[in-house]
């Protein structure tokens, strides 16, 4: 995450830009990094002053600020869950990837036809109330369990659920990865989970998410994600 918000201050000093900076900073990416360090520690005033997200997001990497009495990260406020549905009740939204039903309707056939054997084919109608009536419950829990939708808007990442329920709102500037698993167990056999890595209060904190998303919605998630600094991370078998 520092890497990407550094990233813009190194490739002006790379095409010898004016920089707060010292100009050998530019010679490579270990030089770079030293000279923040000791920006950080001897001019730090002047560092968070000039370049406050590097100075922010370093701070976090350290695990200490200078600035501040006790050395302690003094964090950008994040606000409570409610107050931000209450922001995003009047933000439009950037990117909603939806979700596809492809996988459920194969899996709501193979259902039907492993309940009709559990009746031995079977067919009469009471028979067919239960047939139906078990794999369409069972199904829609599933499919209400392990589908989530992923929305971006401009200061935030929300998770909601099919009937727009929102399950977690995250800001960009807490966020240090999204790694999309596109074959992983999890509580509901082998799925595709997205899991978001976050820095908050000191600590750093995992979620994962099950997803059901077109390849292309994918790719254009990852896109925009990039876009806001996010570290995007991908495990495949």
């Not at 401009?154 to 966020?175: G, L, T, W």
């Not at 890595?197 to 994918?218: C, F, H, K, Q, V």
Request: a negative charge; proline letters at 2%; charged letters at 25%.
């Amino acid at each position: 995450k520092w890497s990407r918000i550094a990233s813009e201050e190194y490739e002006n000093l790379q095409n010898e830009r004016a920089s707060v900076l010292r100009k050998y900073a530019g010679a490579n990416k270990q030089e770079f990094f030293a000279v923040c360090i000791e920006h950080f520690f001897e001019a730090s005033e002047e560092f968070k002053s000039k370049l406050p997200q590097i100075y922010y997001h370093l701070c976090i990497l350290l695990n200490q600020d200078p600035l501040s009495p006790d050395f302690k990260v003094q964090e950008n406020e994040h606000k409570r869950l409610e107050e931000m549905k209450q922001e995003l009740e009047s933000s439009v939204e950037q990117f909603n990837t939806g979700y596809t039903i492809t996988t459920y309707a194969i899996g709501y056939v193979f259902a039907v036809f492993c309940v009709a054997y559990g009746f031995h084919f079977t067919i009469n109608p009471m028979n067919l109330v239960y047939i139906f009536g078990i794999t369409t419950f069972a199904t829609f829990i599933l499919f209400y369990l392990t589908t989530n939708i992923f929305v971006m808007y401009q200061d935030y990442f929300a998770v909601r659920n099919v009937f727009k329920k929102i399950k977690s709102i995250y800001q960009f500037d807490e966020i240090i990865s999204v790694t999309f698993d596109y074959n992983r167990f999890g509580r509901y056999g082998k799925q595709r989970y997205l899991t978001i890595l976050t820095a908050s209060d000191g600590r750093l904190n995992s979620n994962s998410y099950p997803y059901n998303i077109t390849d292309e919605n994918i790719e254009k998630l990852k896109s925009m994600l990039k876009e806001k600094n996010v570290l995007i991370k991908t495990e495949e078998d």
